[in-house]
């Protein structure tokens, strides 16, 4: 079966440093997605990581243990504008599945 | 300029009529997928290709059909034998590392 867990909500100050985490299972693993998505929009395409460990990409960094089942998105310096929904979906053979995603709340 | 368009952005229809949507993307990419997301909840697998001329049932699939006749045209038609078919409908296209999303109609049945 396919399962995707992350915190429903959380909250974090302009200018500080937050971890969205994500466990998941699924069958035929070949990578996992990372999206921001603001409220009524379409997602857009963060990060990707295949292989073991930390990418980073600007202010966003994204790392992966597929041994566990693991990833995490990381933000830093927060700002207001990253207020929106982060959604963790693994690909497992050709099928991209999203979990419900995390809401962020950026406070100033 | 390339990327995903889907069209129209906002759809109204009366309860029993067939509707179809559009997503054309000139991104060169071969996987193509549809998703329904309803408000305050995650996106939906609805069906999804990987290659011109096969597609296969996602998660939810009964009461829609597409096709994919064309690598950059993958249509979703909504049939009146769905049930609920209000919602926020979202076409994205895959690479080998990268997924992008259309910018999704928003279908209302009255």
């Known amino acids: 079966g396919q399962n995707i867990d992350q915190p429903t909500e959380m909250t974090a100050t302009e200018g500080a440093i937050v971890q969205i985490n994500c466990t998941y299972q699924?069958?035929?693993?070949?990578?996992l997605f990372w999206y921001q998505q603001h409220a009524g929009e379409a997602p857009t395409f963060l990060s990707y990581?295949?292989?073991?460990g930390l990418e980073e990409k600007g202010r966003f960094s994204s790392f992966l243990s597929r041994s566990k089942g693991y990833s995490y998105l990381l933000l830093k310096e927060l700002q207001m504008k990253d207020s929106a929904s982060y959604l963790c979906?693994?690909?497992?053979?050709?099928?991209?599945?999203f979990g419900a995603g995390t809401r962020l709340f950026v406070k100033a | 300029d390339g990327g995903i368009t889907q069209s129209p952005k906002y759809l109204f229809r009366k309860e029993g009529q067939n509707v179809t949507l559009s997503c054309e993307q000139n991104?060169?990419?071969?996987?193509m997928y549809w998703y329904r997301q309803d408000p305050g909840q995650g996106l939906r697998l609805i069906y999804y290709?990987?290659?011109?001329?096969?597609?296969q049932k996602g998660d939810i699939a009964e009461g829609y059909s597409v096709s994919r006749e064309k690598k950059e045209s993958f249509p979703l038609t909504v049939t009146s034998a769905q049930k609920n078919p209000t919602a926020f409908y979202l076409c994205?296209?895959?690479?080998?590392?990268?997924?992008?999303f259309g910018p999704g109609t928003r279908l209302t049945v009255l």
């Open positions: 699924t069958s035929g693993f070949n990578g």
């Open positions: 290709s990987q290659i011109v001329n096969d597609f």
């Open positions: 991104l060169n990419h071969d996987a």
């Open positions: 979906a693994p690909l497992g053979g050709f099928k991209t599945i």
């Open positions: 990581n295949v292989l073991d």
């Open positions: 994205a296209s895959r690479s080998d590392n990268e997924q992008f």
